[in-house]
């Protein structure tokens, strides 16, 4: 733990593991820790494929209109070393379709668990999110929103992140990581 200032009448200032912490004395109300912003890269390999049923959508074709249980390995390389590592992901689907002038759009509805685990703990979690495409653009976009609880020398953080412009990767992910709720 790093000390920045000196004696409680002024405030102290406490770094410890990449969490800035404020103490003070006196009435005013201050910030307890701060959130700091995450950038990033993420890798995914599928491990298991997904447990598909329901008849193939009538106008993309595609066979799997309900998609559970699709598993993979992922990777991600992030600013923050406390988010960089190896997780695992699984995901699950509902996907519709609609005609557009072009052709047909295919929307999926998706939501899973997700982890990443380093040397100094994990992370645990949901997401919920969209893949789409289409017949104009048949590169699947993701856009995936997480929650992951922190574990080990990550306890009582949690980290959200947010996987944008999926495509076939790696992908984008931004996000925070602060105080637990």
Do not use: K
Not at 7 to 13: D, F, H, I, V, W
Not at 157 to 164: E, K
């Amino acid at each position: 733990m790093t000390r920045i200032g000196s004696g409680m009448a002024s405030g102290a200032l406490l770094v410890a593991g990449g969490v800035l912490a404020l103490a003070g004395c006196g009435s005013s109300s201050v910030p307890v820790a701060q959130v700091v912003q995450v950038t990033g890269t993420e890798v995914l390999n599928q491990t298991r494929d997904a447990v598909c049923s329901g008849d193939p959508l009538p106008l993309s074709g595609f066979d799997c209109p309900t998609l559970r249980d699709a598993a993979y390995t992922v990777y991600d390389d992030t600013s923050d070393a406390r988010a960089t590592g190896p997780g695992e992901a699984v995901l699950s689907c509902d996907m519709t379709e609609s005609a557009t002038a072009a052709g047909w759009s295919v929307v999926g509805e998706c939501w899973g668990t997700r982890s990443v685990t380093n040397d100094g703990g994990s992370w645990q979690g949901t997401f919920t999110g969209t893949t789409t495409w289409s017949s104009d653009s048949p590169i699947h976009v993701h856009n995936l929103d997480g929650v992951l609880r922190g574990e080990g020398d990550y306890a009582g953080l949690r980290y959200r992140l947010r996987i944008v412009d999926g495509a076939d990767g790696p992908w984008q992910l931004v996000g925070e990581i602060g105080p637990a709720d």
